[in-house]
């Protein structure tokens, strides 16, 4: 596995620090050559939304970084510019350079899913890297949708109500868990840019938008679902009103139906993972199949009993911390996968799991 | 149209904010694009419907960032991408609190944050480079004197005034003393470059200095607590200031082209201080600067040399010291260092027109009443101090903070008009400094009981009505009018700077908001308030004027009468160092002291 992104579900809840383990574990190793970028800004000392101190990204010699060409000075390693791409940033062009002196990088990469995808083909076909970390954003998971496997940093700063943040993470599982469609579904929809009924007997209906995002797109495209309609492809995002709205028009039609999405997140940027199971259990409740024509699977969750508590008396963030144990155990048992504590277990569980 | 035709969408991801997108939707729809602006409070679904249904190139989002707003963008952003739209409609997000690297952040092509330019969103529509414009080239340097003929309207006044300056020009005539016997060596010194020569000459030089100056040419000790920046320090310097210059991009404080010119004063004791004070008011655009020497450098006769920081009274005078400021300035930014009260008068001007400054400040009466100097003393040395500053055509301030120790306005503007005739004769342009703040005279008499702004119009008003020439209120504007709180103290500076700038006046010199009340070193933070309130009442009035009562007209022409009294007394009296003595321009019941620093040190030639 090549390309891993990081996806925090708040602030501070450790995906960077997840990285720097990562980081840490490869530099150990001098025969990984690793990559790394960023969907946002991160490895900057001061958090740029809620003013916090931050963890810092650091790299060794050798290692490679796509960042914006206004900050290859940002951080205290030497960087030697080897592809300059022609992706911009509100910080300046993307460039990919190596490692030339250990030390602090700050990363603000390409932020789009096609864009990301040139820069970590370039990482690995050009640079030479054997893996690329996705370093993720405040609440954007989208262009995340190119790496091969997520970690999803979560912790009580996302919810200091551990039975909560339990439940809400085994739902973003559920949702990236979604089942793949079956070969000759991904076959018919391979070529497909807009949402398309497919019929009995292969016929395919097309219509103008790509995302089932309003109550009007779903009204449109009620009028091309007939009864012959047996599956309906949605390529780009689909909202979870809308998708109850589809509910709604296909009714009792939607047993033996297949709604197919080109991944799951293309679902999960909708809405909170709660709402979004909820609809997927109707559709399967009424015997109707939601399906992803390409998984993004995730290879663990970390998390962080850490939380900032804000002090009315002082104006100031103070840390707090949840029971770790608690939250470790209850998050084990939902879940089916490995769950870490960096801080604690640090990164050599993970490093297992991508295989190195 | 500079490029291609783009449809753009403007929406608010905002319930009520939108006035930003309309004026970018102006500049774009000049500039022949296509505009679809979204009223308020739509959803994120929405706007991307609207999007894709009208097939735009540019989406351009407002939002003023609060709380979980940034979450809300990023989610924006994710729906944007997930939908489709990201890999053919460039997205910019503006508000209060965008910057580019929050704009990194969630995920945007462009952040547009306070400050930007229609402009700026036009060439981000169509895909160029915004090449911002170099605020630090349009500064220009400006000379105050220059519209000035200095004609007088005060026939009388002028009269008088001829009388006494032509009678101090004959005083001084064959006297000498240490402090301009130090400066014709200084000037020798800048002559040679050979080591032999210098080292008799720093001899000579040591011979005219107090022991204290005379121990540093000796052994090279220094004053107490002072010491040398050390040459790591000095390649701190050189580091620190090429990364500031990097990134300069001074505000301009004016709005109108009479608005005066603004100068703050600095003096921390420590050249690297005082240039990262000088810099960051010059990027909230301060004009001009002004040098604060320590008081017992104009008590003490002789400077020393090298780079001396660690004085806790004012900045020490050297070349090397001065040379440092003067390589860090912005080309456009004047530069005052002082002269006008101490033993060192005549060296300081030199040594000011021999490194490059824009101005000094000489004055015989403020110097020698309020300032500690003896007045014969400083009358010889303040002739020779003139001729210098007009040899290196440096224009000179005659400031009349005498009026601080509780002289009355019309007696301390008589001495300035006196030196500023002195400085006419002998070739230099003298600006009129009074001073424009609650003085000691009117808390007693009671002048500003009502308001701050009769009595200081009032004095403008009557120098006017003397003679056409420059005027630059001090210093600070709004002295003893600040408190301890800083907004009050903004306030206070802002509104007397905008009563300045409705008279007229040339230039004005502000203190920060805790300058006042510092109890040590001031801050970066309270120079900013006050030239930032200072920018915002410059904007506020514009051409429109502060109108003074009837009060106003009527100080004035008592402080003319005042004026013409004093003046004719010292003719009267024959000699105006002798007036200087007996209290003629400031007496000791009005809080006025001949100063003791340097008497009996005239020598004649």
């Known amino acids: ?356 | 149209m500079t490029s291609q035709k783009k449809k753009v969408l403007l929406a608010p991801l905002d319930p009520v904010h939108d006035i930003g997108l309309k004026m970018i939707k102006r500049g774009l729809d000049l500039a022949g694009h296509d505009t679809i602006l979204l009223p308020p409070d739509y959803s994120p679904e929405e706007i991307i419907k609207a999007a894709i249904d009208n097939n735009v190139d540019v989406i351009l989002i407002s939002r003023t960032l609060g709380y979980r707003v940034a979450e809300i963008l990023g989610s924006f952003i994710d729906l944007a991408e997930a939908s489709g739209l990201r890999e053919r409609v460039k997205i910019g997000i503006g508000g209060m609190a965008i910057k580019p690297e929050l704009a990194a952040e969630l995920g945007f092509d462009a952040g547009f944050g306070p400050g930007t330019t229609v402009e700026e969103a036009i060439a981000f529509v169509e895909g160029r480079e915004y090449i911002e414009e170099d605020r630090g080239a349009r500064k220009t340097k400006k000379d105050i004197t220059e519209k000035y003929d200095y004609t007088f309207k005060n026939k009388r006044i002028e009269k008088l005034l001829n009388t006494i300056a032509d009678e101090i020009i004959e005083y001084v005539k064959g006297k000498t003393t240490p402090g301009i016997e130090r400066a014709k060596i200084r000037e020798k010194m800048f002559e040679s470059d050979d080591e032999a020569e210098l080292r008799q000459l720093r001899k000579e030089y040591a011979a005219f200095c107090d022991d204290i100056v005379k121990a540093y040419y000796a052994n090279g000790a220094l004053k107490e607590k002072t010491r040398q920046l050390t040459s790591e320090e000095l390649q701190a310097l050189k580091s620190y200031l090429e990364k500031v210059k990097a990134k300069m991009k001074p505000l301009i404080l004016q709005h109108i082209d009479t608005n005066p010119v603004v100068f703050i004063q600095y003096g921390t004791g420590c050249p690297f201080m005082d240039i990262a004070h000088i810099k960051t008011c010059e990027a909230w655009g301060a004009d001009g600067v002004v040098h604060f020497d320590p008081s017992w450098g104009a008590r003490t006769e002789g400077f020393y040399e090298g780079f001396i920081t660690h004085e806790e009274d004012g900045s020490v005078i050297t070349y090397e010291n001065l040379k440092l400021i003067k390589d860090a300035l912005m080309p456009s930014t004047l530069w005052q260092v002082r002269a006008h009260r101490g033993l060192n008068t005549p060296e300081t001007v030199l040594l000011a027109g021999k490194v490059g400054a824009d101005l000094t400040k000489i004055n015989i009466a403020y110097g020698s009443l309020g300032g500690g100097t003896d007045p014969e003393r400083l009358t010889v040395d303040a002739v020779a101090a003139i001729k210098y500053a007009a040899r290196f055509k440096m224009p000179f301030d005659v400031v009349t903070n005498e009026e601080l120790c509780g002289v009355p306005a019309h007696k301390a503007f008589a001495g300035m008009l006196i030196v500023t005739m002195l400085g006419l004769k002998l070739g230099a342009r003298p600006i009129l400094q009074p001073l424009f703040c609650y003085s000691p005279e009117v808390m007693i008499s009671g002048q500003m009981k009502d308001n701050y702004i009769d009595f200081n119009a009032a004095k403008i008003f009557a120098l006017k009505s003397i003679l056409n020439a420059p005027i630059w209120c001090g210093a600070p504007i709004g002295f003893l009018t600040q408190t301890e709180d800083r907004v009050q103290s903004s306030l206070s500076t802002a509104l007397h700077a905008s009563l300045a700038s409705s008279l007229e006046v040339d230039g004005i010199s502000i203190a920060s908001a805790d300058e006042a009340y510092s109890g040590g070193p001031i801050s970066a933070a309270a120079r900013v308030d006050t030239l930032r309130a200072t920018q915002s009442a410059f904007r506020f009035f514009g051409h429109a004027k502060i109108i003074p009562t009837e009060n106003s007209e009527i100080w004035a022409s008592q402080i003319v009468e005042g004026i013409e009294r004093t003046l004719e007394s010292v003719v009267k009296n024959g000699s105006f160092v002798d007036a200087l003595y007996k209290g003629l321009l400031g007496s000791r019941e009005e809080g006025a002291y001949p100063g003791r620093a340097g008497r009996g040190t005239v020598k004649n030639i």
């Open chain 1, 1 to 356: 596995m090549r390309i891993i992104g990081v996806a925090g579900t708040a602030k501070n809840t450790g995906k960077t620090t997840t990285i720097s383990a990562l980081l840490r574990c490869v530099s150990q190793s001098s025969k990984t050559k690793v990559g790394l970028t960023s969907i946002g800004y991160d490895g900057e000392e001061i958090d740029n939304i809620t003013g916090l101190v931050k963890p810092r990204l650091f790299l060794n010699k050798g290692n490679v970084v796509a960042t914006a060409i206004t900050l290859i000075n940002a951080g205290s390693a030497e960087l030697k510019i080897v592809e300059e791409t022609n992706i911009f940033t509100p910080l300046g062009k993307v460039i990919i350079a190596e490692v030339k002196k250990d030390g602090l990088v700050v990363v603000a990469g390409p932020n789009k899913s096609g864009e990301l995808k040139r820069v970590v083909d370039t990482m690995i076909e050009k640079a030479g890297c054997h893996m690329v970390l996705v370093d993720g954003a405040l609440n954007r998971i989208a262009p995340m949708a190119v790496t091969e496997g997520l970690i999803i940093a979560t912790g009580a700063a996302r919810n200091p109500d551990v039975a909560e943040l339990v439940q809400e993470t085994r739902h973003i599982c559920d949702i990236l868990d979604l089942a793949e469609a079956e070969e000759s579904y991904k076959k018919i929809a391979s070529d497909i840019k807009t949402i398309a009924v497919i019929n009995k007997g292969g016929k395919i209906d097309t219509y103008r938008y790509s995302a089932l995002i309003h109550d009007d797109i779903v009204a449109e495209l009620r009028k091309i679902i007939t009864d012959d309609a047996r599956a309906v492809y949605i390529p780009a995002a689909v909202s979870q009103p809308a998708l109850e709205k589809l509910l709604k028009i296909l009714g009792a039609r939607l047993s033996g139906f297949t709604i197919l999405l080109h991944d799951p997140i293309k679902l999960l940027v909708s809405a909170s993972p709660e709402r979004i199971v909820r609809t997927i259990n109707k559709i399967e409740a009424l015997k109707g199949r939601i399906e992803v024509l390409k998984k993004v699977p995730v290879l663990a969750v970390t998390i962080n009993p850490f939380y900032p508590r804000y002090m009315f008396d002082k104006n100031i963030y103070e840390p707090a911390y949840v029971d770790e144990k608690l939250l470790k155990e209850e998050m084990q048992k939902a879940l089916s996968l490995p769950v870490v504590n960096i801080l604690k277990d640090g990164a050599d569980i993970l490093m297992k799991i991508l295989g190195f």
